[in-house]
């Protein structure tokens, strides 16, 4: 599986000229930990966090903001991920084509990831994993037997 598959792509993210403020009324407002900072030609120059808006001192975004900040592809595959946010101590990765945020990978897409099942319509047979089966394993009903569902809670 790739990042294409389970990041979010529609990225909030902020200029480096907008003020802390601002920076955080969108982190509150967006019940987020972290943006991406974009300059003015849309090009990834950093990230802004919780951390970096409580820990730093200065009035704009690129001012507190963390730069040389680590980032993937599209095509970069899920176990990479898994390994980046954990060994790194990360909790998102801006996903970029040509230095322009296409999407972001945070922990909680990894954890919905794994979350996710399909449930075959004819047997009720689940398989986890974000792409639909090929055939039921127990049934062996064609894909369209296959209802995208999520894990509940207690599972």
Sequence with gaps: MKAREIMTQQVISIHDEATVEDA????ARNRISGLPVVNAASMLVGLVSEHDLIAKAGRLVGEIMTRGVITIGPETEVEQIQHLLTHQRIRRVPVVEEGKVVGIVSRSDLVRQIAMRWVCGICG???HGLDAPS????CKAGTSAFVHDVVP???
Excluded: D, I, N
């Excluded at 955080?24 to 982190?27: E, K, S, V």
């Excluded at 055939?135 to 127990?138: F, L």
């Design 135 to 138: 055939a039921c394993p127990s």
């Design 153 to 155: 809670p207690g599972m």
């Design 24 to 27: 955080a009324r969108m982190l």
């Design 125 to 127: 047979e689940s398989l």
